[in-house]
Nanobody
Framework: QVQLVESGGGLVQAGGSLRLSCAAS????????MGWFRQAPGKEREFVAG????????YYADSAQGRFTISRDNAKNMVYLQMNSLKPEDTAVYYC????????????????WGQGTQVTVSS
């Protein structure tokens, strides 16, 4: 059974940084894509960044480009989201998710989700 566990969220001032972690277990993920999504109150879940376990391009939402970096440690089955220059509008619950084969920016195309970690950016 696939399990995803996020950690690293918290309260930070605008301009600060956080690194989110996602620990994946339950199968071999070499053919899987990993995405980070976020959901603010009253808003739809939105794509933040994506990568593939076997390497290749990374993808970012326009809002994350240049400030966030997705990375992975295949040996540890970990995926990270380094978030710099945080803004109050980045406040949301952040989720990691996996799906087979290709990266997608559509949350409904992901098969497995973590429980989420809260990120709050104060102004």
């Amino acid at each position: 059974q696939v399990q995803l566990v996020e950690s690293g969220g918290g309260l930070v001032q605008a301009g600060g940084s956080l690194r989110l972690s996602c620990a994946a277990s339950g199968r071999t993920f070499s053919n899987y894509a990993m995405g980070w999504f976020r959901q603010a109150p009253g808003k739809e879940r939105e794509f933040v960044a994506g990568t593939h376990w076997s390497g290749g391009r990374t993808y970012y939402a326009d809002s994350a480009q240049g400030r966030f970096t997705i990375s992975r440690d295949n040996a540890k089955n970990m995926v990270y989201l380094q978030m710099n220059s945080l803004k109050p509008e980045d406040t949301a619950v952040y989720y990691c998710a996996v799906r087979k084969f290709t990266i997608s920016n559509l949350h409904r195309e992901y098969d497995y989700w973590g429980q989420g970690t809260q990120v709050t950016v104060s102004s």
